[in-house]
């Protein structure tokens, strides 16, 4: 059974950075997608990064392309977010999530693809 705690939220300025960690228990060969997402007040939950365990490729949103950038340590079973550059309109709760269908290399933003979920980190940004 895979579980997910994400940490490293804050609350930073404009144009602050911060990486966010996800450590992951009971990996296994059957992971087919690793992502992140972020739920802001009011909003639908965001699909902003992913990547395929198997292939490497790397996902961003537009929201967030070149300004984040997401990694992942296998000696350490560990996902990093890097945020730089944040801005207001990233604040939200973050979590980090991990797909066991191929139906996520297809729609790997979708949040219904994914089954396994942290519990969020908050990340404030303020002007």
């Known amino acids: 059974q895979v579980q997910l705690a994400e940490f490293g939220g804050d609350s930073v300025q404009t144009g602050g950075a911060l990486t966010l960690t996800c450590a992951i228990s009971g990996y296994t060969s059957s992971t087919k997608c690793m992502g992140w997402f972020r739920q802001a007040p009011g909003k639908e939950r965001e699909g902003i990064a992913g990547?395929?365990?198997?292939?490497?490729?790397?996902y961003y949103a537009p929201s967030v392309k070149g300004r984040f950038y997401m990694s992942h340590d296998n000696s350490k079973n560990t996902l990093y977010l890097q945020m730089n550059s944040l801005k207001p309109e990233d604040t939200a709760v973050y979590y980090c999530a991990a797909s066991m269908t191929t139906r996520c290399l297809r729609t790997w933003s979708s949040d219904v693809e994914y089954s396994h979920w942290g519990q969020g980190t908050q990340v404030t940004v303020s002007s």
């Open positions: 990547v395929f365990p198997s292939g490497g490729a790397t």
